[in-house]
């Protein structure tokens, strides 16, 4: 469904808050923030800005863009945010929330860009799906690659069309390592676990899960890694911490604590990994933005 963008008093709040926070937090992370400044809807959005973060309970009032972080990891905001996005008591427990934080603060630079980030790590990506669910589209499938398959916020990661994204990112991210001389066991681990995350309907999520031995080659893959005596007892109680939140959230900021315990020589390394994998997961909603959308228009359709 195309809507005008310069009528958006029909739009509902829902609406404005999640289109408008993509759109146009979308362009201020690249070059053209001051043309953002000056868009004629930016006003409007500044008065919405306490439900961008929307969540079908209700919203997390105040001055969100500057709070939210903070709140998110606090009493307050953990509760939401688990209705938010579903976690188990368990996965709460073990997100990182020191690269929740710094992930915030890396992309916090204008209250948009701050949106922006509190959408993904809130998991309220307007995908196919949530429009399909909320009666805006008569169909839940990805526009991207146009495989039948649902556009959930995994299949972001898994969809075919992000190819290209995935190359680049993993480029960046086997350099980052590599300059952190990161063990090889730990590297492994972290190869492992990020195709795991980039396969569809394969990545196990809730519960610990040690990969199999009689299955699929990465499920090989992990079984042997995860039975390696000469691999670290801390990366593999990583690597076992991370499905239980979800692996494919990697990509969304949620950190699983045990990473911080690998590799402490170098103090910093878990929480510059965070942030890469986070730079990684939203090059794969651009993209996506960029396919569905076009790069610079002035309707879109949600
Ligand atoms: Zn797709």
């Known amino acids: 469904m195309q809507r005008d963008e310069k009528n958006p008093n029909k739009w509902t709040n829902d609406e404005r808050a999640n289109g408008e926070a993509d759109r146009l937090a979308g362009r201020a992370w690249g070059e053209e923030f001051s043309h953002v400044q000056n868009q004629a809807n930016a006003p409007l959005f500044r008065h919405n800005g306490g439900i961008q973060v929307i969540t079908s309970a209700g919203s997390i009032a105040g001055r969100i863009p500057k ?16 209705k938010a996005t579903q976690l188990t008591v368990k996965a709460m427990e073990l997100l990182d929330n020191e690269a929740t934080l710094r992930g915030a603060k890396h992309f916090g630079a204008t209250m948009y860009s701050v949106s922006h980030w509190a959408k993904f790590y809130t998991h309220h990506w307007y995908t196919a799906s949530r429009a399909c669910k909320f009666g805006q589209v008569d169909s839940a499938e990805c526009k991207c690659c146009r495989d039948g398959v649902n556009e959930t916020t995994a299949h972001i990661f898994q969809c075919t069309d992000k190819n290209e994204v995935h190359l680049e990112h993993h480029r960046k991210l086997m350099a980052f390592l590599a300059d952190q001389q990161l063990p090889n066991g730990l590297l492994r681990i972290i190869e492992v676990g990020i195709d795991l995350a980039l396969l569809s309907d394969n990545t196990p999520q ?64 878990a929480t510059k990994f965070a942030i890469l994998m986070m730079t990684w997961g939203r090059a794969c909603w651009s993209s996506r933005n960029s396919t569905t959308f076009g790069k610079k228009t002035n309707s879109y359709a949600i």
């Open 206 to 269: 809730g519960e610990t899960w040690d990969g199999d031995d009689d299955g699929s080659n990465i499920k090989k893959r992990v079984a042997q890694l995860l039975n390696d005596d000469e691999i670290n007892t801390e990366y593999k109680e990583a690597f076992r911490q991370q499905p239980i939140i979800g692996w494919e959230y990697i990509f969304i900021g949620k950190f699983a604590k045990g990473w911080k315990n690998c590799w402490t020589e170098r103090g910093q390394w």
């Open 67 to 82: 709070r939210l972080p903070e709140l998110l990891t606090m009493e307050r905001g953990l509760p939401a945010l688990q």
